[in-house]
């Protein structure tokens, strides 16, 4: 049985009011800033709390330090790791103006991510956490998508140049278990949620930020000095 | 005809939904952060695409696809015909189909539950009921 013009007309018109509410949340949604902070949990001493202290690249005297609390199997951390941290590494780290500290955030959901902060720290007792961190993360759909990521890791242990009995045995010890999950209590003690989520003064920044943003976080923090050197 | 007028309203429900989905997959809206939410869970899981294309982007097809389908079963010239109210009914049983196989995976592979998943699944059952009682109607004739 047909409906009526009349009714047909106010079928219509309640349909275009649900899409045109729809879309208006939606385009809410995406004018809403990209980036937003929220305070950390400061009464917690970042430095005291583990007793380990991450991994630290940069000058020790820089004037900002950030905290990077990350899971190798989240793609957000992985993107945020080779397509922003090179530019952060050139034009913030390098110079000076920035020190950068890693700490493990290994989410429940992905399965390997204890395991491959593992096999940083494993690289770690011989001088290669960096090699192997970038490592992790330029091979995350590889592993990510394993049976097993364990062999993938030695096999990029061995790229390194680490010593592999070495690494062998500091894996099945499960040596640095301990200290990847103080990192992970930690980062839930200061207020870490996701990740990637950066720990910039006493804010937490949770997700999207760019090199862009952190230069220009760092250029506010600590300005630039205008007399030549 | 009622049930073909609830079928275009929540196509275009299911529409809002897969493209606020989409939308946060694709980082645009939400932190671009992996969480321990259900929904964060879901979509930056392995699972999140199926054959190398965006789930939230298959359901943003298929509810348009859907939507399109039930405006042109409300024209006048449609209304009383059985061959729309059976495409209609076709695609929403895909679409259920579908979303069966992605609440397994959600409650047995992924162990997380994303609440707008299970409000595209609500949407998408409606649906599939709303095309099987217009062909009910059209065979036992108009009320």
Redesign the interface.
């Known amino acids: ?3 009526s013009p009349v009714g ?1 007309k106010r ?1 219509y018109g ?2 275009a009011a ?2 045109v509410v ?2 208006g ?2 385009g809410y ?2 004018s ?1 800033p990209a ?2 902070s929220i305070p950390a949990n400061v009464q917690i001493d970042v430095k005291d709390t583990a007793g380990f202290h991450g991994y630290v690249k940069g000058d020790p005297n820089a004037p900002v330090e950030i905290t990077e609390y990350a ?1 190798y199997q ?4 992985q ?1 945020f790791a080779t397509l922003q941290m090179p530019t952060i590494e050139e034009r913030l780290i390098k110079p000076g103006r920035l020190r950068w500290r890693y700490r493990d955030f290994p ?4 399965p390997f991510s204890r395991l491959a902060a593992h096999s940083a720290a494993c690289a770690d007792d011989q001088g290669k956490f960096w090699e192997q961190h970038e490592k992790l993360y330029d091979g995350q759909a590889e592993w ?2 394993a049976r097993d990521a364990a062999p993938l890791f030695r096999q990029y242990a061995q790229a390194n140049g680490l010593d592999l009995s070495k690494y062998d045995a500091c894996m099945s010890g499960h040596v640095h278990a301990g200290r990847i999950q103080a990192s992970y209590e930690e980062g839930v003690r200061v207020g870490v ?5 950066l720990l910039i003064g006493n804010r937490l920044y ?3 930020l760019d090199s862009d943003a952190i230069t220009r976080l760092v250029d506010s923090l600590a300005p630039k000095t205008t007399s030549a050197k | 005809m009622i049930d073909r007028m609830a079928a275009a309203l929540m196509s275009l429900l299911g529409l809002l939904v897969s493209a606020y989905l989409y939308l946060y997959k694709i980082g645009r809206i939400g932190t671009l952060a992996c969480g321990s939410g259900g929904c964060e869970t879901v979509q930056t899981s392995v699972w999140s695409r199926f054959l190398g294309v965006e789930v939230a982007l298959i359901g943003l097809i298929g509810y348009a696809v859907l939507l399109a389908v039930a405006l042109v079963a409300l024209r006048t010239d449609q209304v009383e015909r059985r061959p729309s109210a059976l495409l209609l009914t076709a695609l929403a049983a895909g679409g259920v189909l579908f979303t069966a196989y992605l609440t397994y995976l959600e409650l047995f592979v992924i162990h997380a539950i994303c609440r707008w998943c299970v409000g595209s699944a609500v949407i998408i059952v409606t649906v599939l009921v709303l095309g099987l009682l217009e062909l009910r109607r059209l065979r036992t004739g108009p009320a």
Request: charged letters at 10%; a positive charge; hydrophobic letters at 45%.
């Open positions: 049985m047909a409906a047909m079928f309640l349909l649900v899409a729809g879309i949340l939606l949604q995406l809403k980036t937003v899971d989240c793609p957000f951390c993107t989410l429940q959901q992905h990510a998508a949620q996701s990740t990637p989520t949770q997700g999207r």
